[in-house]
């Protein structure tokens, strides 16, 4: 039976969010592509008609996950002041509901040991995606300077991936918050409260992707 654009548009969605999750969960190496279309409710021919290759799979999905954080970020900013918006995103980040939830959280956080092992076709979307996120944070960074915001947002994201990372593989509680709590101090102190910023978030006109 033909399927419909409509229900083939669905159906790819439905992968992407499947596979997407299951990566960050299990990691890219060890998910198959049996399990993302079991996963999809879609047979093993049924994958492969939207997808040629599982590496195909896997730059795509990247850039869902990340283009839909990303829309996540933009949604907890939208009305705020720049420096409420970027505290918001920082207290979530580096929260224990964040670290719970890898198969739905950011997929930098998830993803980044896996990712420096994939093919160029992989690691260039993840870096395309990474390169917006940061973007997104530089414009909520206090600094006029846009080197010093680009800077600053370099140092302060990765301090927030890293201390997920680092909270994720300690298998001991307490260890694993003070990490958290630690890592929110540092970039609330260095990024945050260094100056009084009035501007107010606003989404750009473009449409996300």
Same mark, same amino acid.
């Given at each position: ?24 969960? !299990? ?22 008609? /939207?997808?040629?290759?599982? /590496? ?17 970020? /933009? ?42 092992? !994939?093919?160029?076709?992989?690691? /260039? ?47 001991? !509680? ?13 970039? !609330? ?21």
């Amino acid at each position: 039976m033909r399927v419909t654009k409509e229900k083939a548009a669905h159906n790819r969605e439905e992968i992407l969010t499947s596979a997407a999750r299951l990566f960050r969960e !299990e990691g890219i190496g060890a998910t198959g592509v049996d399990s993302i279309a079991a996963d999809a409710g879609l047979t093993h021919g049924g994958l492969y008609s /939207q997808f040629g290759s599982k /590496q195909e799979i896997v730059a795509e999905a990247i850039r869902f996950a990340l283009a839909k954080s990303k829309r996540a970020w /933009q949604r907890a900013a939208q009305g705020k002041p720049e420096k409420k918006a970027l505290s918001d995103i920082v207290t979530y980040y580096l929260s224990r509901a964040h670290r719970d939830s890898r198969g739905r959280g950011c997929p930098v956080a998830a993803l980044s040991c896996d990712i420096a092992r !994939e093919p160029t076709a992989v690691r /260039q979307a993840f870096t395309s995606g990474l390169r917006d996120a940061l973007e997104f944070v530089a414009g909520l960074m206090p600094e006029d300077k846009a080197s010093r915001r680009d800077d600053d947002a370099i140092a302060a994201f990765a301090c927030m991936v890293g201390a997920v990372i680092l909270a994720r593989a300690v298998n001991d !509680e307490a260890l694993s918050r003070r990490i958290l709590k630690s890592a929110a101090r540092r970039v !609330e102190r260095d990024a945050i409260e260094r100056r009084p910023i009035r501007r107010r978030f606003r989404a750009k006109s473009r449409t996300s992707p």
